[in-house]
């Protein structure tokens, strides 16, 4: 994203917040990734969710580089078993995160803010397919009402914002986002980030691999015999021992890398039959540096595929599969639960103001994903 505001040298000053950085591509070695132009700032800032729970941080924050416009990305987010879990904490986390970015940006004169809501917001017992007019038909799904409710007010606030004070805050409501840099934490991340991972487990890669369960069952975990001799040699990252080890290229990391052990099931959690329509973190890059620059309305829109394009969460599970050249058995654990079936997104807004706007396949996006996440396992997040 933001090489995209990067190309445009007479493009004002922006900042980026959020965590959500498999959509702009943050690099784990840097933390942030500064635009180069003189004439445009931008910066992405891993830590923003906490910085922006607190008023004065988020002051302070726009104080430093006063930016004209705000790409508000910063949330604290989460896949349905996290939600299930923290509903009130992820509704009060938010809350304050977005009234804070909102109203400071209010408070500095920025001139536009785009945020990023999410269809989990739409009511549970609507028609389908879901538009942006029916937002506020009624309650969001049970199983995170906490963070869809926190993610509705930022439309409350736009629109009171604008019919108050004039100010140009809008938000896009995109659908499940994926691709390179994404959260693959399996209890917190979503859902193809997390089949992305157990299908990794599954083929033997760390943890959960040969060579990995052979050393834990030495010792090798903390506190293991192994891992105590280990460490009192200097072990540790940094240690001399560690450093040598690290060196001849006998990390563990890397062997169960190159010796995966093949056909462990894949285990997905829920029926595999709830629908969802994925978009690729680089296709929804591209549509919010447009939203920044062109889309006029207060009301939000909508960024998905088409509703051709929607996907059974079986059919994304076997599709990972397939990128990752897994034959092993897969198992749908219908112990667990599904969460909402569908949510159907209507494209049509989109369609209208950019029926240009090619998506990239969800086959050829999740390959891509897969070996990023492969090449990238070490620095990934999860």
Request: aromatic fraction near 10%; proline fraction near 6%.
């Amino acid at each position: 994203m933001v090489e995209m505001l990067n190309s445009d040298p007479h493009w004002l000053e922006n900042v980026i917040t959020g965590d959500e950085t498999w959509v702009y591509g943050y690099d784990p070695e840097t933390k942030r990734l500064p635009l180069l132009s003189i004439d445009c700032l931008a910066e992405v800032y891993p830590d923003c969710p906490l910085w922006c729970r607190d008023a004065a941080q988020t002051r302070a924050l726009f104080d430093k580089h006063k930016p004209t416009h705000v790409i508000h990305l910063a949330a604290k987010v989460g896949g349905l078993f996290g939600n299930l879990r923290a509903n009130l904490t992820y509704l009060r986390t938010n809350i304050l995160i977005n009234d804070n970015v909102l109203h400071t940006s209010y408070q500095t004169g920025v001139s536009k803010v785009v945020s990023c809501l999410s269809t989990c917001i739409f009511p549970d017992k609507t028609t389908y397919p879901i538009d942006e007019t029916m937002i506020h038909n009624g309650p969001p799904h049970d199983s995170n009402f906490g963070y869809s409710h926190a993610k509705r007010l930022i439309d409350i606030q736009n629109k009171a914002y604008h019919l108050q004070h004039g100010c140009k805050f809008t938000a896009v409501i995109p659908t499940n986002v994926y691709g390179p840099h994404d959260n693959f934490n399996l209890e917190e991340g979503h859902v193809l980030p997390g089949l992305i991972h157990k299908t990794y487990m599954a083929k033997g890669g760390y943890p959960g691999g040969k060579v990995h369960k052979t050393y834990m069952a030495k010792g090798g975990y903390p506190g293991g015999k192994v891992h105590k001799t280990y460490m009192a040699k200097g072990g540790y990252p940094g240690g001399k021992v560690h450093k040598t080890y690290m060196a001849k290229d006998d990390c563990l990391h890397k062997f169960a890398l190159v010796w995966p052990e093949t056909g462990s099931p894949l285990v997905v959690w829920g029926s595999g039959t709830p629908l969802r329509q994925f978009i690729y973190s680089l296709d929804l890059a591209r549509l919010i540096v447009w939203a920044l620059r062109e889309y006029q309305e207060i009301d939000p829109i909508i960024l998905s595929v088409g509703e051709a394009d929607e996907v059974s969460i079986k059919e994304a599970a076997l599709t990972v599969a397939e990128a990752f050249s897994y034959t092993g058995e897969v198992i749908f654990d219908t112990s667990k639960s599904d969460g909402q079936h569908k949510k159907t997104a209507n494209n049509a807004k989109l369609c209208r103001l950019r029926p240009d706007f090619k998506f990239t396949p969800f086959h050829e996006a999740v390959k891509e994903t897969v070996q990023w996440f492969q090449d990238n396992y070490q620095t990934s997040r999860k």
